[in-house]
Each structure stands twice: as structure tokens, then as C-alpha cells.
């Protein structure tokens, strides 16, 4: 490997320094010899963050700068000009001095194969190539420095190499040797004399001056076996064989040039192909990630069974891999090196799916640093971002982050735009999600299209409550691999009474005695704390942070309330200060509103977390609990798969989530939170039950986790139908075989005989088609006759039947371009084509009821009374709004004088008004907590309402796109998207591009000065600590790398969109695409 970068290395001299004649005939390859060099140049503004570091590491390189190779092309120039016999007669005196030479540089080369210089050396020497000088200096020093650089290659050795890298680099020169490269025969003479080498060196060779030798080339393309014996030998007989040599003088000039130009060949498509020199000791990655991970994450060592799962033969072979492992088992880091893999060493993009949009926030922020330390982009598609395609990148990989949803609009539109084989790896995590409802079977969908249109992107995914592995390894063809690892134990109780009962799977019923509760209980406490939650809670706050799931929102803060009335004052004291912070932050960012249970909780260390809380609130409420400030959360089951915040005890208030039982995913993934990893020595969960629960609860705990189905057919209208829609319209499949033969690759074919016993795969596929085609979605292509494909539905179809093909239609298009669920699309596309009849411009009104989701609204309670005082406010032209989609003042002045009505009026579309009359109210005065009240609907409620509105705006508009008569939507509904997406001042509005900056927060830096994308992205995180209020370091550097990425990412796109204007067009008259492309 270290052959690899040496060589880069001196053909980048030889070019820059001599060789003008190849320079123009090698125009390209010379751009991405010059790579390392450019990127070093164009990271130099990143690198401010890296600081100092980075730059010594870049000065490792003391002894590959006297490569001998190196200056066999240094004398070059000479060469051409001086008499030829001369010149070798010279070259054959300095090969003399050749093996020392050679010895030396092999011996470092192999002490540095594990060491983090590999890659900048390449760089660093690029950059000097054009002084030889400079270079000899630049070594000099470093000789003499070498002791005070941080890398020392013996201690890499030490360091957690697993011995998959020794492999790994076996691997690498044996697949040089299959493709013929030409160093490659040097590598094996250097490899297997190494040892002796090492031996007889003296460490004053160094010292030596750069030799040439222009039989370098040909030691590489002799077949002479016996250099492989020793160094000696094989100097023996290449001196032998060079003194007797008589070769003419025409054919030596050629063959140098050929070897030249061979070399530039290899040097190019090696830097291109593979970047060998990014590889090193920590798991094929350069060692600084795990620098990283030691900075950013404290994370020193990595766990056994990680390592165990790196090392694995499927892994290194690429194969899908599924792997399962208790919750805080570490799952994200194994599948975090594997992307870095990708996207370092491999070369490709990465996509990593995550289930909520908190938690790809959350991540994007985690990993933005990694971005900008590593160079590689990391892109948020969450919520209204994400760009489809995604844009094409240069030089550095992308690394996805998306949500179910989002990551399957990115592979439709890299199927689309044939580009799925850029992916190189696809990472789903709580992979178990898809058995859940019609995220899962988005999910599932997206999984079966890549499985079926990239045989080259590998799959991995992982979770800590799956049970029927076999069907989704099936499903994913993965290997599968599981540990029962938890770094913190965790303890399991139950509490009956006032009885304490550890669950032991031993045990006879399932659990045994452990203690009895230790609290005086008087009988008025008794009535107001019935469970004995204060005693449960009081032995771990407030030193320990304690999480109580609850089975309602509502029963959150009627918990969190009650809690705080009976701790004792004592509470109040810990950590005054900073909870008195928490709520004027709180205040600062909700424009002075304050929640009064929160008031009331927070000074005694207690907060409800649900999703009735803003975002902002959330997030604030989140930090403070995991600094310690806030001990105590009641939350909801949706916190367990939410975000990372670990408890030194959890306690689930009833095995109840709203009014089901607890399922058994549910309870490990609750009590899951219980240990935080380096911090607690174990972790414990409480389930409290009724006696009447128990026989119930004991079954719980002792039976498996529930198996996960697929969802393709369940969700019908998400399901199958968008399914086939889409392989219709991306011409995934088009045929009736085709499409048959997918739907076997799915988790669905997998299950189908457990699923649906009564129908075939091939009589579902034939309904859905038939179904599409009936509602004027798809088209057959061949006259397809109801007996034609009904009659033989019980057996696989005829070879005729298999070709039946379709096409889809604009509106299926319009549909699937939109995500629009198809349940809606007959709905809205009514709804626009009414639109153009008179659409009421004078607001925003008409536009956002337009774009309001229907889902929310047949889910949606109007308020009668608070309906028609927001009517009556309204100006003519926006009542007029009302009456165009057929909702009239008097039907909502009877509703709510409660007067019976006789006419049949649509409650989907009723509802749907009332949630725009929400949206526009919240667009005109951008203050939830004001519309909350006015509305009298959580402030979360209203604000998932807007995210919702952003996200189906955004779809309403990709919808209108694909339909020419729906042109005019088209400016409105991306001005309308905008709105919905960021509402507030439109000053916040670059700052909130910035990944995970939220209004408040926006607000925060606006008033500090910090204006712009621009302002964010050269801030100093040390100085923004001290501005901003409640700013941790770590949100700091996040903030200013996410802000350096993004800014960086809009300048790439716009460099990329000047170089799109100035090229040729390749269907310009008279050109010959060939020609085009080599221009
Ligand atoms: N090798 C390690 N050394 C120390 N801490 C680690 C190590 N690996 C992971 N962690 C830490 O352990 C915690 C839990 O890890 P992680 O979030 O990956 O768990 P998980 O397996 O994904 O659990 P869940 O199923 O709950 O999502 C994190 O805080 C992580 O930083
Ligand atoms: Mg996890």
C-alpha cells in the first residue's frame, strides 16, 4: 500500500516538472494525479477545524521523501537531453546503490503500512513535488523531528489492529497482482524480503541521497523468480543481466517513455478508482477516525463483539448482514465504521436510514463533524429536505441520512436517474420497523427495489428486537449476526403491591421475591400516590436521572404533577441555577410562554416529554436531562424509540400503551433505556401491575418477541398499489412477469403463504393490476381482457400472460412523483382542477387548504364555536374561499348553535378547512403557543400539523409538475413550501437551514450578529459559547461544521451548475458524442 502512494508521489513530481509533452496528451489523467494535491486545497478552509492536528500528522513522511524511485524521475529532464549511452552508463552507477536504497524504503514502508500518514504523505509530498530541495529539507527536518510526532507506527500496531487489516492488505496486493499492475512484483519482492531487510539496515541509510534507476521498472516486469529468494540475489542477477545487456538506444528511450506512460495510466486510475492511501490501521480507515471517535464520542475501544462483527467474513465480503444485539448493545458504531468504509475507502455513497425525523436530526449532527473532519458530505432528508436526485457529486461521497419515507423517494430517483450503483451501502436501523404499518411497507418497498435493481449495494440492517430473523435474511439474502452483549446489566423487577419481584426466567412462575418497599406511606399519600411512585422515583433522583413511561400524554403531566407535589423541598436546592436557566431558556424560546405544568416541575428536576411539546421545547428539555439538570422525564412509549437518553432506572407506570397491552417489542425496547453506557454500573427497570394484570404480564415477560410481517398487502392504498406503481413508472419491471417475479423477491413473497393463505402471490398481483389500470393509474400495453388474466389465477401465468406489459399513465405519474397516497389522488386532483376555476389569490388561504394533508383531517375535531368566530373574522374574499369548496356560513353557524342539519355536507372537506383556518392563522402570526390557545390544541399537535402541510405541499407541488395543465401551481407552491417549511421571519430563515438550529435557537444567533449562512460557518464555537445562552461546546462545533458543510454544498452545487452551462451540449450539431465527451 505504501508501493501505492510512493508511486503516486513521484510521478506527480515527474509530471508537474518535466514532462510537458505527455502533460498535454494526458490532460486528464494529469487532473486526477493532481487530485490529492487539489482536494488538500480545497479542504484547507475545513481544516481550520482540525486545527494543528491534522497538519502534523501531514508532516509523517520523513522517510518515503528519499524514495529512491523518487528522483529515478527527478533526473528526468537531463535524461532527454543528454546523451543516451551517458545517461545510462550513469543510471546503472546509481543502481549500484539501489538495494540499501530500497531496504530502506521498504523497511518504513512497512512500519508505516498501519500508520495514519499513509494518506498525507501523498498529499504533503504533492504539494512540494515541484522542489526537490524544499522536499530534502522538509525530510531533513522530519528526521530530526520524527521522535515528537504523535503516531508511533509500533504503537498503531498495539492499538486494536484487527487482524482482518493484515488480510485486508493481503487481499489488496493480490488483486493488484490479477489486474497486472506493474508495481505489483516490487510489492511481493519488498513484502517477502522485508524481515531481512529490516535486520540488516542500518538506520543511517536514511541519511543516503535519492538514488535512480531506471532498472526499477524492470526489476517490476521481470519474471525472475529468484528476486523473490532474497534482496541480495536479486541484485546479483539484475546487475548480471544489466551488464550484459546491449539494448539500442531507440528501443531503451521507448520503453522508459511506455513505462512512463503505463505508470501515468495506473497512477490515474488508481487515484481514481480506489484511494489506496485512505486506508489504514483502524479498520481499513485512516487511524484519525478513530481519533474522532475518541473526540467526539469518548469512545476508546471498541466492544469484543464489535470488533467481532467488523472482522466477519461475510462483512469483508460485502455480503447483507443483519445483526441484533440488546438495546445499548453499540449497534450504531459497527454499522457507522462500515459507512466511513464505504464512503472512504470504497468510494461510494451511503444511505442510512433512521425512523423519525428527530433522530436522523439528531445524527446528522453527530456525524457532520465526521464530514467535515473526513471530507464527505452529509445530507439530511427529513421533514421538506432533501434534494431529488440528489445532487452528483465531484470529488467527496455523500452519506444519506434519511427518514423511511425519504429514503425511499432518494432510491426511486436514483433508479430513476440510473444512478442506484453510486450506493454503495444501505444502513437500516430498528430494521423491525418494517413490520410497522405502512412505514413498513415503504420501507420494505425500498429494500425489494434496491435488492432487485443493484446487485452491487450491499444491505445491512440491525435492531434489538427482532424474532423471525430467518424471513427477513430470506427477504435481504443476509447473513445473520447476533451477541446478548449489554455493556450495563440490567435488571428486570416487577412491583405488585408493595412488593418488589425480579424476573427470573429460573424461577418457577417467571420471577422470585427480591424486597419490599421502604417508604412510609400515610393514607392521604396513599390516595394520591396509589403506586408508590415517589417511593420508586425518591431512591434514584435526584443524583440519577430516572425515565416513567406512561401509557397517555395526559397522564404524563398528571404523573409529572403529582410527583412535585409530594418530593420535599430538599429537591429545589439541586442544581438551582441551572433549572432556573432551563425555564428562561424555555421562555426565551417561545416568545415568553411557558408551560404552567412545566413551570411548576422543572424546579424540582421533573419534566413530561411528549409530543405535545414544541421541537424546541423538546430539545431543550432533552439537553438539560441529559446534563443532569432535569432527573426525572414522564414520557410516553414514543421516547423509547426516540432518541438516546438513558436512565439509571426506568419505570413503566402500567404495562399499558394508551388502552392495548404492552406488546413484548415494546417493553424491551422501554426498559431498554435502562444503563447508560459508561456512566452507570447497571441499569434497572420497574413494571408496575394490578394484580388482576399479573398472569398477563408473567406471560409477557416470558415469551419471545413478537415475529415482524411484512405490510406490502395490508396497507393496501401504500402498499402493493403505490408498489406497483412505481415499478411501472421507474420501469423497474413493466411486464406482468416481471412484476410477478418482484413481488416473490419481497418480504411479502417471503411470507406469503403464512400471510394470506386463501389468495396467490399471482392472483394479488393480477388484482393490483387490474385495479391501477381500472382507476386510471396504468395503462396495458396489450389488450388485456378480464378472462384474459382472471381466469387462470389459481396457476403461475402462461408464458402469454407474463408479457402482458403496462404503462403508466400522467396522473399514475403525477401519484407516484408525488408520493401522494393513492387513497387521495382522485381527491386532489379534483380539488386543483377546481382550483383553476377560480382560485382566491388575495391570501394564502385558498393555497394552504390545498395542500393541508387529508389524513390529518379525517383524523381532526373541530372546535364549532371557535370555527365560527374564526370564519367571522375572515376578510369576503377569504369567506369566499370557504364557499368554493363548498363550506357555508350557515353550516357552521348551526354547528355550533348545535342545530341539527338536514344537507349533507363532506366532513373530510369540512375538517380540512378548519385545519387550514389553523395553518394560515399560524403563517400570519408565526406564534404557536398564540394559535394554540386560540385553537385550543397542543402546541405540538399544531406543530406536526405544519411540518405535515410542508411536507404534503412539497408533494402537491412534484404533483403539479408532472401535469402540464397544473403548470400555474407550480411558482405558488414552491413560495407556499417555503412558508409552510421554515414559518417565522424570513431573516431566520437561512440560519434554520442549518441542521439542527430550530426557531429559538435561530433567534438566538440572529440577535448575536450572526446573519447568515456565512456569519454561522466562519463562527468560532468557543466565542458562540460565550454569546449564546444554554449553548453546550459539542452544539457549538455542531452547528459551525453543519453550517461549514451546508455552505460548502451550495457553493459545489453552483460551481456545478456554471460548469453545466459552459459545456458543449452533447447533442450539438455535427459533434460525434465521442468527440463531445473527450472534450
Ligand atoms: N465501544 C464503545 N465504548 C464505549 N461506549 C460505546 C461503545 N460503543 C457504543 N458506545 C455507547 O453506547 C451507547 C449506546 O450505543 P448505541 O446507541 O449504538 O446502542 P444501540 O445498540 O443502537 O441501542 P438501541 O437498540 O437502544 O438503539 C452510546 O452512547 C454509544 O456512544
Ligand atoms: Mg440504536
Given at each position: ?34 487530485k490529492p494535491?487539489d482536494e488538500e486545497k480545497e479542504d484547507?478552509?475545513e ?228 484511494s489506496?492511501?485512505d ?61 466511513l468504509?464505504e464512503l472512504l475507502?470504497r468510494r461510494k455513497d451511503v ?17 457532520s463533524?465526521f464530514g467535515v473532519e473526513l471530507g464527505f458530505f452529509v445530507e ?10 440528489p445532487i452528483k457529486r465531484r470529488e467527496k461521497k455523500s452519506l444519506y ?21 453510486s ?621 461549514k458543510l451546508?455552505?460548502h454544498e451550495?457553493a459545489e452545487a453552483?460551481q456545478e ?23
Amino acid at each position: 500500500m505504501d508501493e501505492g502512494c510512493s508511486r503516486i508521489r513521484r510521478r506527480v513530481s515527474v509530471r508537474k516538472r518535466n514532462r510537458r509533452s505527455l502533460e498535454s496528451v494526458f490532460a486528464a489523467l494529469t487532473a486526477a494525479v493532481l487530485k490529492p494535491g487539489d482536494e488538500e486545497k480545497e479542504d484547507e478552509d475545513e481544516e481550520t477545524v482540525a486545527g494543528s492536528r491534522r497538519r502534523k500528522t501531514m508532516d509523517v513522511q520523513p522517510v518515503e521523501n528519499i524514495d529512491s524511485e523518487e528522483d529515478m524521475f527527478g533526473d528526468y529532464d537531463s535524461f532527454a537531453e543528454n546523451s543516451f549511452l551517458a545517461q545510462v552508463d550513469d543510471l546503472e552507477q546509481k543502481y549500484l546503490q539501489l538495494p540499501e536504497h530500497r531496504k530502506h524504503a521498504t523497511d518504513h514502508a512497512t512500519e508505516d503500512l498501519c500508520s495514519e500518514s499513509i494518506k498525507h504523505n501523498t498529499l504533503s509530498i504533492t504539494a512540494v513535488g515541484d522542489y526537490t530541495e524544499l522536499k530534502i529539507d522538509e525530510h531533513t527536518k522530519n528526521q530530526s523531528g520524527h521522535e515528537d510526532v504523535s503516531i508511533d507506527p509500533e504503537a498503531d500496531v498495539l492499538y486494536d489492529i484487527p487482524s482482518s487489516q493484515v488480510l485486508f492488505f493481503e487481499n489488496l496486493y493480490s488483486s493488484s497482482n490479477d489486474l497486472g499492475d506493474p508495481s505489483t512484483e516490487e510489492r511481493d519482492w519488498n513484502s517477502s524480503s522485508h524481515k531481512t531487510v529490516n535486520e540488516e539496515l542500518p538506520i543511517n541509510n536514511v541519511e543516503q541521497p535519492q538514488q535512480t534507476d531506471e532498472s526499477s521498472s524492470k526489476v517490476r516486469t521481470s519474471s525472475d523468480a529468484n528476486r523473490r529468494k532474497s534482496l541480495k540475489d536479486h541484485l546479483k542477477n539484475t546487475m548480471t543481466g544489466n551488464a550484459k545487456a546491449q539494448t539500442p538506444v531507440f528501443s531503451r528511450t521507448k520503453q522508459l517513455k511506455e513505462t512512463l506512460l503505463s505508470e501515468e495510466i495506473n497512477v490515474a486510475k488508481k487515484t481514481i478508482e480506489s484511494s489506496l492511501d485512505d486506508l489504514g490501521p483502524f479498520y481499513s480507515l485512516p487511524s484519525k477516525v478513530r481519533d474522532l471517535y475518541v473526540q467526539f464520542k469518548g469512545i476508546e475501544k471498541l466492544y469484543e463483539w464489535q470488533h467481532a462483527c467488523l472482522t466477519l467474513n461475510s462483512v469483508q465480503e460485502r455480503k447483507n448482514l443483519i445483526y441484533s444485539l440488546p438495546t445499548s448493545g453499540g449497534k450504531t458504531l459497527v454499522a457507522e465504521i462500515l459507512m466511513l468504509q464505504e464512503l472512504l475507502c470504497r468510494r461510494k455513497d451511503v444511505l442510512m436510514i433512521l425512523p423519525y425525523v428527530a433522530i436522523v436530526q439528531e445524527k446528522i449532527s453527530g456525524l457532520s463533524s465526521f464530514g467535515v473532519e473526513l471530507g464527505f458530505f452529509v445530507e439530511e432528508y427529513a421533514g421538506s429536505k432533501g434534494k431529488f436526485p440528489p445532487i452528483k457529486r465531484r470529488e467527496k461521497k455523500s452519506l444519506y441520512i434519511a427518514t423511511i419515507e425519504k429514503g425511499h423517494s432518494l432510491v426511486n430517483s436514483l433508479i430513476e436517474t440510473e444512478r442506484i450503483n453510486s450506493l454503495g451501502l444501505v444502513v437500516v436501523d430498528e430494521l423491525h420497523m418494517i413490520g410497522e404499518g405502512s412505514r413498513g411497507a415503504i420501507l420494505e418497498m425500498t429494500l425489494a427495489k434496491i435488492l432487485y435493481t443493484s446487485k452491487t449495494t450491499q444491505i445491512i440492517g440491525m435492531s434489538a428486537t427482532l424474532n423471525n430473523v430467518e424471513d427477513l435474511q430470506e427477504f435481504l439474502q443476509a447473513e445473520y449476526y447476533t451477541s446478548q452483549f449489554r455493556p450495563v446489566e440490567l435488571k428486570e423487577y416487577l412491583k405488585i403491591k408493595d412488593t418488589i419481584y425480579e424476573v427470573d426466567s429460573k424461577a418457577e412462575n417467571g420471577m422470585t421475591f427480591s424486597r419490599l418497599l421502604n417508604y412510609k406511606y400515610s393514607d392521604t399519600l396513599k390516595k394520591m400516590d396509589p403506586d408508590h411512585l415517589i417511593a420508586l422515583v425518591t431512591e434514584v433522583i435526584p443524583n440519577y436521572s430516572c425515565l416513567v413511561f406512561c401509557p397517555t400524554k395526559k397522564n404524563c403531566e398528571n404523573v409529572a404533577e403529582m410527583i412535585c407535589k409530594i418530593l420535599s423541598k430538599e429537591y429545589l436546592k439541586h442544581k438551582e441555577k441551572e433549572k432556573h436557566e432551563v425555564i428562561k431558556n424555555l421562555k426565551n424560546i417561545s416568545n415568553g410562554n411557558l408551560c404552567p405544568v412545566l413551570k411548576h416541575t422543572i424546579p424540582f428536576g421533573v419534566a413530561y416529554h411528549h409530543g405535545g411539546l414544541t421541537g424546541d421545547e423538546r430539545k431543550l428539555l432533552e439537553e438539560a436531562y441529559s446534563a443532569g439538570v432535569l432527573c426525572l422525564f414522564t414520557c410516553t412509549s414514543t421516547l423509547a424509540a426516540g432518541v438516546n437518553l438513558p436512565a439509571r432506572r426506568v419505570i413503566l407506570r402500567a404495562p399499558y400503551v394508551a388502552k392495548e397491552f404492552l406488546k413484548k417489542n415494546q417493553y424491551k425496547q422501554m426498559i431498554g433505556r435502562a444503563g447508560r453506557a459508561g456512566i452507570d454500573s447497571t441499569g434497572e427497570s420497574i413494571l408496575i401491575l394490578q394484580e388482576k394484570d399479573k398472569q398477563q404480564v408473567l406471560e409477557l415477560i416470558s415469551r419471545p418477541l413478537e415475529n415482524c410481517y411484512s405490510q406490502l398487502v395490508q396497507e393496501f392504498t401504500k402498499g402493493i398499489q403505490t408498489l406497483f406503481l412505481s415499478l411501472i413508472g421507474l420501469k423497474i419491471a413493466t411486464n406482468l412477469g416481471d412484476i410477478y417475479h418482484f413481488m416473490s423477491g419481497t418480504f411479502f413473497g417471503v411470507q406469503q403463504k403464512i400471510l394470506l393463505k386463501e389468495r396467490s402471490l399471482w392472483e394479488i398481483t393480477v388484482e393490483s393490476l387490474r385495479y391501477l389500470t381500472e382507476k386510471g393509474l396504468l395503462q396495458n400495453d396489450t389488450i388485456l381482457t378480464e378472462k384474459g388474466l382472471l381466469q387462470k389465477d389459481t396457476i403461475h401465468g402462461s408464458e402469454e400472460e407474463f408479457q402482458y406489459s403496462f404503462h403508466i399513465t400522467k396522473l399514475g405519474r403525477a401519484s407516484f412523483k408525488g408520493a401522494i397516497d393513492l387513497a387521495y389522488c382522485d381527491s386532489l386532483y379534483r380539488d386543483l382542477k377546481k382550483g383553476l376555476e377560480g382560485l382566491v389569490l388575495e391570501s394564502l388561504l385558498h393555497l394552504i387548504y390545498l395542500t393541508t394533508p387529508y389524513d390529518m383531517a379525517s383524523q381532526c375535531h373541530p372546535d364549532w364555536m371557535i370555527y365560527f368566530r374564526q370564519f367571522s373574522q375572515l376578510s369576503p374574499a377569504e369567506q369566499n374561499v370557504a364557499v368554493l369548496v363548498g363550506v357555508s356560513e350557515n353550516f357552521i353557524g348551526k354547528k355550533a348553535s348545535g342545530q341539527a342539519i338536514r344537507k349533507k355536507v363532506d366532513k373530510n372537506i369540512v375538517n380540512r378547512l378548519y385545519l387550514s383556518f389553523v395553518l394560515y392563522t399560524l403563517l400570519k402570526e408565526t406564534n404557536i403557543w398564540s394559535v394554540s390557545e386560540k385553537f385550543n390544541m397542543p402546541r405540538g399537535y399544531i406543530q406536526n400539523l405544519l411540518s405535515g402541510a410542508a411536507a404534503f405541499s412539497s408533494c402537491v407541488l412534484h404533483f403539479c409538475e408532472e401535469l402540464e395543465e397544473f403548470w400555474v401551481y407550480r411558482a405558488l407552491l414552491v413560495e407556499l413550501t417555503k412558508k409552510l417549511t421554515y414559518c417565522v421571519k424570513a431573516e431566520l430563515i437561512p440560519l434554520m437551514e442549518v441542521t439542527g438550529v430550530l426557531e429559538g435557537r435561530a433567534r438566538q444567533l440572529y440577535n448575536a450578529g450572526y446573519k447568515s449562512l456565512m456569519h454561522l460557518a466562519n463562527a468560532n464555537p468557543e466565542v458562540l459559547i460565550k454569546t449564546i445562552d444554554h449553548l453546550s461546546r459539542r452544539q457549538a462545533k455542531q452547528i459551525v461544521s453543519s453550517a461549514k458543510l451546508l455552505l460548502h454544498e451550495k457553493a459545489e452545487a453552483l460551481q456545478e451548475e456554471v460548469e453545466e452551462l459552459l459545456r458543449l451540449p452533447s447533442d450539438f450539431p455535427g459533434i460525434v458524442a465521442s468527440s463531445v465527451e473527450k472534450a
